[in-house]
């Protein structure tokens, strides 16, 4: 099926690894054209060199890095953005006794500059477009915290109900926004921690036991690039009544039925 995103523009926070990457390069492959950051330029160099992709280093949580980022990125390809995806954020491995006022400052902060600031910079561009929309890129902690990243999990809870409001708040432009929320993904933090673990089991065997104790019904870690496929199917303009929603990446795990 043609998801109909070939020469469209779309922004990608966070793409110089793990899910944006996954899916800048998803994106690169349906033909689209793609504006991407990241906090560290050598990372971005490794994506390699293409004619419908553009990199800047930048930080989500400078609100004047973010405008200038978005708007470069709409002007090397057209002055429009048909899609922005705010995927830029990390996870604090903290239980509330070992946080610090800082940790909590600082967690509040990227979760919610990293979705405010590149909305408020790109949707001039997105009102312009006809399918316009915004992914964010979440977690199912948002809907089940976890004591082990107590920070996290409340600033991610944080942003689903922000999205919630940001659909009804964007509608009048024609930008649909909409959350995926990923449970474990097999990304370069999990490897750092098998290889801390020091464990003496195979990264598959390790993996497999993460899993089942976590409630995994598919019993293993996802890949990204199964991330990237939710998000270009909420991208896609054929997804264009859904808006307000949120879909789990997670291979099963859940406490609830919602």
């Known amino acids: 099926m043609d998801l109909g995103l070939a020469d469209r523009t779309y922004v990608v926070t966070g793409g110089s690894s793990g899910v944006?990457?996954?899916?800048?390069?998803?994106?690169?492959?349906?033909?689209?054209n793609v504006?991407?950051?990241?906090?560290?330029?050598?990372?971005?160099?490794?994506?390699?060199?293409?004619?419908?992709?553009?990199?800047a280093v930048c930080d989500v949580r400078d609100a004047a890095a973010v405008r200038d980022?978005?708007?470069a990125g709409a002007e090397r390809f057209g002055g429009r953005l048909d899609g922005l995806v705010n995927n830029a954020g990390q996870s604090r491995m903290k239980r509330l006794d070992e946080t610090t006022e800082d940790d909590w400052r600082d967690e509040l902060e990227l979760k919610f500059a990293g979705v405010l600031g590149p909305v408020q910079a790109a949707r001039k561009y997105l009102s312009a477009s006809d399918a316009a929309s915004v992914v964010n890129?979440?977690?199912?902690?948002?809907?089940?915290?976890?004591?082990?990243?107590?920070?996290?999990?409340?600033?991610?809870?944080?942003?689903?109900?922000?999205?919630?409001?940001?659909?009804?708040?964007?509608?009048?432009?024609?930008?649909?926004?909409?959350?995926?929320?990923?449970?474990?993904?097999?990304?370069?933090?999990?490897?750092?921690?098998?290889?801390?673990a020091d464990s003496g089991l195979s990264y598959d065997d390790w993996q497999a036991e993460l899993a089942a104790d976590r409630g995994v019904a598919l019993g293993r870690l996802g890949r990204a690039e199964e991330v990237a496929y939710a998000i270009?199917?909420?991208l896609a303009p054929r997804a264009s009544y859904i808006t307000g929603t949120s879909i789990d990446v997670c291979g099963g795990v859940g406490r609830g039925i919602l």
């Open 20 to 32: 944006g990457l996954a899916t800048v390069r998803a994106l690169l492959d349906e033909g689209a």
């Open 35 to 55: 504006a991407t950051c990241g906090r560290d330029a050598e990372r971005l160099d490794r994506i390699g060199a293409h004619d419908r992709l553009f990199t």
């Open 69 to 71: 980022f978005v708007g």
């Open 137 to 196: 890129v979440n977690a199912v902690l948002a809907k089940q915290p976890e004591p082990r990243l107590i920070t996290t999990s409340a600033a991610r809870a944080g942003i689903l109900n922000l999205s919630k409001s940001l659909a009804t708040e964007l509608a009048s432009d024609g930008i649909r926004v909409n959350s995926v929320c990923l449970g474990l993904i097999d990304t370069g933090q999990w490897t750092r921690r098998h290889a801390a």
């Open 232 to 234: 270009l199917a909420l």
